[in-house]
Nanobody, 117 residues
Framework: QVQLVESGGGLVQPGGSLRLSCAASGIIFSVYAMHWYRQAPGKQRELVAGISNVGTTNYADSAKGRFTIFRDNAKNTVYLQMNSLKPEDTAVYFC???????????WGQGTQVTVSS
């Protein structure tokens, strides 16, 4: 059974930091690209950051310079370090595991991030 379990969300003041974690089980973690998406109320889910199975990263423009995605294959975990948080970063953050061939997607249940004073 595949599970992606996010943690680390919460309430933080503008300018603060949070580190999200996503622990994977039931998959060969090292062959999957991992992503963080987010979905704010009334908006579509959007890609925040991704990291390939070999460590190549990509970021949404809104995340560049503030967020860092990294993975620890020994712990089957992907992280999202979020600094200089803004109220517009408020959303539910979802972890995604993607295998390219054959293509298969898995999703976590999400963790709430609220940036507010």
């Amino acid at each position: 059974q595949v599970q992606l379990v996010e943690s680390g969300g919460g309430l933080v003041q503008p300018g603060g930091s949070l580190r999200l974690s996503c622990a994977a089980s039931g998959i060969i973690f090292s062959v999957y690209a991992m992503h963080w998406y987010r979905q704010a109320p009334g908006k579509q889910r959007e890609l925040v950051a991704g990291i390939s199975n070999v460590g190549t990263t990509n970021y949404a423009d809104s995340a560049k310079g503030r967020f860092t995605i990294f993975r620890d294959n020994a712990k089957n975990t992907v992280y999202l370090q979020m600094n200089s948080l803004k109220p517009e970063d408020t959303a539910v953050y979802f972890c995604n595991a993607l295998r390219a061939y054959p293509q298969i997607n898995y999703w976590g249940q999400g963790t709430q991030v609220t940036v507010s004073s």
